[in-house]
Every structure is written in C-alpha cells, then in structure tokens.
C-alpha cells in the first residue's frame, strides 16, 4: 500500500519567514495530495490539495508543489504568522488517504 | 462545525469494558471512515465504508468492531481494549471513496483511555 514520509518533524520559524515542509510517496499511482491543519485539540482540516495532473497551486500564502517523477510534494507557507503554528499533515490518496507523521509547525513572534 | 459530530468526547474504559464510539455527519457524504491518531505517528486509517459497505478492514483487531446502519452514521464498537489503544479516535466523511474522493471532513475526535 501507499506510505508518506514526512519531513520535518518539528519545524520552529520566526514571524514572517517562510516554512517548507516536505513529503515522499510511495505509490506513482497516488492522484491526490492533500495538506491538512491540525491546531491544539482541534480536527485537521484541509488547507491546500492538488491533483497529479497540476504542478503547483497557490492559495494566498500557502502553496504546494508536486514532482510526479521523483514522487515528491512540499508545502510552503510564506511571510508565516503565530496563528500558523499547528501540526500539519500530508497526504496521498488512490482510494483512501494515507498519511504522513506529521510536522510541527512554530511561529515564534 | 464541519457536519461531522462525534461522542463522546472523552471516554475512560477498563480493559474487560464494553463501550461504543459514534459518528454522524449532515454533508449527505457517502464515504466513511475511523481513523487512529496516536502521538508522533501518522493517522492509522482504521476502516471505510462506502454508501455503507465495508470496503476496507486496515488489519485492525477484532477487538474494534465498526458498523455502519446507513450512510450518516458510524459506529466503533469496542471491547477487551488494551492500554496502548488509548488514542484519538477520528471519524471522518466524503463525498466519494474512489478516484481520490477529495476533501475529509474530521468529526473532533474522541479521546478514548483504556487503563
């Protein structure tokens, strides 16, 4: 089945630098790649996806880049903010969504 | 509110108890599923149901048991838990199941201790 690596574990940054978390995919059959949020006992909810068939999508100060060949997709997080710090979540679906360990993200004012 | 409700919240259960965990979700999704959250490991997908059809068991114990009455509701029967099953329990829904379904819509999870 599919496994997700995900890279880093634990990411701290300051106001308003740039974060970039990475993830590996297993499966070259994977179509969705979707980004998740998870703040401090809350649900995980989906920031950001893309499809196999785009290589980048941007949405504001988020974007994510997919490299279909080396089965590669990153998020990136720009001019990051306090209320941007929260595990954050990879993943890579066929039928069911695999995902990855989890990155946690601290935005340092 | 995402329209995935689930409860309890919070449960504490010996290892010879008998419990349930319960998810509904009002998005009118035809997909299902429980997922394990557990510190520093990735969601454990758990089981999914489509249009109320088990199509994937995880390799998960017999000692969780799901069932799905129609396509709002999912429940997690459990029984005979150990202790290194206390997690985050996580029901989740969409709209499809195949053709990488798209977006899950999380329940708030309910946080089960086994002592």
């Known amino acids: 089945g599919e496994n997700v690596e995900q890279h880093p574990s634990t990411l701290s940054v300051q106001e308003g630098d740039s974060a970039v978390i990475k993830c590996t995919y297993s499966d070259s059959a994977s179509n969705y790649f979707p980004w998740y949020k998870q703040e401090l006992g809350k649900r995980p909810q989906l920031i950001i996806d893309?499809?196999?068939?785009?290589g980048e999508k941007k949405d504001q100060r988020i974007a994510v880049t997919l490299n279909k060949t080396a089965k590669h997709f990153s998020l990136h997080i720009t001019e990051t903010q306090p209320e941007d710090s929260a595990v954050y979540f990879c993943?890579?679906?066929?039928?069911?969504?695999?995902f990855g360990a989890g990155t946690r993200l601290t935005v340092k004012p | 509110e995402t329209g995935v409700t689930q409860t309890p919240r919070h449960l504490v259960m010996g290892m010879t108890n008998k419990k349930s965990l319960k998810c509904e979700q009002h998005l009118g999704h035809n997909a299902m599923y429980w997922y394990k959250q557990s510190a520093k490991k990735p969601l454990e997908l758990m089981f999914v149901?489509?249009?109320?059809?088990?199509?994937e068991n995880n390799s998960v114990p017999s000692r969780f048991s799901p069932e799905c009455p129609n396509s709002s509701h999912l429940f997690l029967h459990l029984h005979t838990l150990q202790p290194e099953d206390s997690a985050l329990y996580l029901c989740?829904?969409?709209?499809?199941?195949?053709?990488?379904?798209?977006?899950?819509?999380f329940g708030e999870g309910s946080r089960l201790t086994v002592l």
């Open positions: 993943a890579a679906s066929i039928d069911d969504m695999r």
């Open positions: 893309i499809r196999s068939n785009v």
């Open positions: 989740a829904s969409s709209r499809l199941w195949r053709e990488g379904g798209g977006e899950l819509f």
């Open positions: 149901y489509n249009f109320k059809e088990q199509t």
